[in-house]
Each structure stands twice: as C-alpha cells, then as structure tokens.
C-alpha cells in the first residue's frame, strides 16, 4: 500500500484544509494510507531532522507553503523518496502589512523558495503566476487551480425585494483590501440607504457611513450567509504578494450563483469574466459604476449567477482537482 505525508504549518489554516485535506478521501478509496503532519516555522534543519523517520517511510511527502533554506532543503531530499512542493500563494515575498505599503522582498526569501522548488520532484502551483516563478527552479511545475466543493453551497435565495447585499468573505489579515473601495461602497450607500456590506469574517470594520452586517466565519455557517446575499466581491491592490493569489473567494460566490465584482489582478482575471459571470474594477469609480449597475440589474445578477456556478463547475471542481493530485502521485510512484 503507497503511503502519503502532507505536510504543513497549520493543519486547520484554510489552504491546508482546502488542498491537503481534500485530498485524503480519494486517496484512501485509491488504496493510499495517508498522513498529515505539523511542521513548525523556524529551526532549519533540525525540525526535518527530527522527522527523519516520518520521511524515509513516506512514499511520496507533500509540502504545501513550506520554504526551506538551502541546506534543509538538501537534507529533505536526501530523507525523502519523493517530493512535491505545494504552493497557492506568493510565499516568495511577504505580504504588505498596510494599505499602500509595498510587497516586503528578499533575497533569502527568494532563495528558500528556488531552493525548495529545487528539492522536489514537482511543484503543484495554485495558478500561472506562481507557476511561472517556481520554473526558475523546479524540475517540472504542474498547474492545479484551489478548486471547490460546489455541492457544500446553494444557490443564492435572495431575492430582488430584499435590502441590497454586497459579501466579501475572507481572513482578517485580508480586510485591508476592503478599504480600497470603502468610498465606492461610501457613495453607493447614501443612493441606497438599506445597502449591506455582509462581511464573513473572525473581525470586522467600523465604518459609519457604511452598514456593514456583521457574520462570524464557521464552516457550518458560510453557505448560508453567501446563499443570502445579491453580490460577491473581491477586491485586491496590484502587486506582486497580489498577483499570486489563488481567487478562492470568488470560486466561493459562483458556487452560491452570486455574480462577481473583481479586480482584474492575478487569478480573478480567470475565474471572473468579464461580462460574462461578473465585472471587473479597477478602481473606485470603477467599482461604484459596477456595483450600481449589478444593484440596479436583477436579471443581469441571475443570468451572471448563472453563468458563474457553471464555469466553476467546469473550471474548478474539486473532483477534478482530486483526480487530477491523485493521478500525479501515482504517476510520481510508478516511476
């Protein structure tokens, strides 16, 4: 029986959960035993030294978001049988901490990421962006989109007679985005005074001029609160940390038939079309033009809403996704 290790800082952070987890379903009914393993930031070296064992029994050894130094990246390799690096976020340089502040870039975190990319077999990447980075270093790079389980939401149930419902659903560390369009929602709320922000999220922000309904994340509670809304956005600045992000929250709102604002940056280009399943927004006033006309459109909402849940189906679900990470392991341990 193969064995797989999938690996990663934080075994209940929403990437691992939506990569890794999902993938030891179908590789158990695929006869695989399977592990999950905390791996703690810091101590290069030692921390894969003291999970030498784990390695070395591994059949294949996953490691979703973790950067290795060069030396530890030599040591995992000799440990191990064979290696995939999973990434689905820019984890090459850092994020920036405010609004407005530029994407933090180092050498040493540049050389981590080529060293991992060097150190295993493939690298799964979320998207194209950071596919083409990882080339600079991997052996082979396979593009494999966060996907999602479209049969875990439901179709929006909001209705055209209810107080406009704009949802933005995400981590706290990601609410900066939201403050790039606080004037566009400013404007849009005093021309529609029962307009709602729905935020789903752990926090929340304060704004006066804006009614911002509040919605404590739970995985057991984002179907529905998406279910309720009229329109799913996702706004981002245009960066580097940016560019590589994978577009789940939108993959989110076409699940829930919402149609979409975004900005048109990295992978949202992919999953919104323009047009077709959404609109994209470059900047205020571009996103107050597309939101008014999606407030004051119902049946341009459904047929997007529509035409969103179908490209997600095709594009992003997660039994393809499972497939398709299931099929590359085998093919990793036939060879």
């Known amino acids: 029986m193969p064995n797989a290790l999938l690996m990663g800082y934080g075994l209940d952070q929403p990437s691992f959960r939506h990569r890794m987890r999902s993938l030891i379903e179908p590789l158990t009914r695929a006869g695989w035993a399977v592990r999950t393993e905390q791996f703690p930031s810091g101590r290069y070296g030692l921390r894969t030294w003291e999970r030498r064992a784990l390695l070395r029994s591994a059949d294949v050894v996953v490691l979703h978001q973790i950067k290795l130094s060069g030396a530890e990246a030599r040591l995992f390799a000799a440990l ?27 050498p040493w975190r540049r050389r981590k990421f080529d060293a991992t990319c060097r150190a295993v077999d493939v690298v799964v990447a979320g998207n194209a962006v950071l596919g083409d980075v990882a080339r600079r270093a991997a052996p082979e790079v396979v593009i494999m989109p966060t996907s999602i389980d479209v049969a875990s939401y439901r179709p929006s149930v909001a209705s055209a007679a209810d107080p406009p419902t704009i949802a933005w659903i995400g981590s706290p560390e990601n609410l900066i985005y939201l403050e790039m369009i606080r004037p566009a929602l400013a404007r849009l709320s005093m021309r529609h005074p029962s307009l709602r922000l729905r935020v789903i999220c752990s926090q929340f922000p304060d704004w006066p001029e804006v ?16 279910a309720g ?11 580097e940390w940016a560019r590589g992000k994978c577009a789940f ?19 949202n280009t992919e999953a919104v079309i323009d047009g077709v399943n ?14 008014e006309r999606l407030i004051s459109a119902p049946a341009l909402r459904a047929s997007f ?15 393809v996704y499972q497939a398709d990470y299931v099929a590359l392991l085998k093919r990793m341990t036939a060879a």
Request: hydrophobic share 45%.
């Open 80 to 106: 191990s049988r064979r290696r995939v690096f999973d990434v689905d976020d820019a984890i090459y340089v850092r994020k920036p901490r405010q609004l407005g502040d530029p994407v933090h870039d180092s």
């Open 211 to 226: 009614r911002v309904e509040r919605v404590v994340w739970s995985a057991n509670g984002e179907a529905e609160a998406l």
């Open 229 to 239: 809304a009229h329109i799913g956005i996702m706004p981002l600045t245009d960066d």
């Open 249 to 267: 929250k939108l993959l989110q709102y076409m699940a829930a038939a919402l149609p979409c604002v975004a900005s048109p940056i990295g992978a």
């Open 278 to 291: 959404g609109l994209h927004a470059r900047d205020n006033g571009e996103w107050e033009l597309a939101l």
């Open 305 to 319: 809403g529509a035409a969103g849940l179908a490209h997600v189906e095709q594009r992003y679900a997660m039994r």
